[in-house]
């Protein structure tokens, strides 16, 4: 995955090909397997929109889990 400087902020790279929907700045992807991306920083948030509520998924360091929208 390659990134670019962030458009809003100069002090900050997205990730390129990645749509951001709304100024959270969180990538949105189409499926749970593209959220959880390679060689994230520990903090890395994603959005999944594969399930019907969707998904968040934020990596600890060492693996990637998520917040359950539903509950």
């Given at each position: ?55 968040i998924y ?14």
């Amino acid at each position: 995955m390659s990134y670019i400087q962030d458009p809003d902020n100069s002090k900050k790279q997205v990730a390129v090909g990645i749509t951001y929907p709304s100024t959270s700045h969180i990538p949105v992807f189409a499926t749970d397997t593209a959220a959880q991306v390679t060689k994230p920083a520990k903090g890395t948030m994603t959005y999944s929109t594969e399930q019907t509520n969707g998904r968040i998924y934020i990596y600890d360091g060492s693996a990637w889990g998520y917040l359950d929208m539903t509950a």
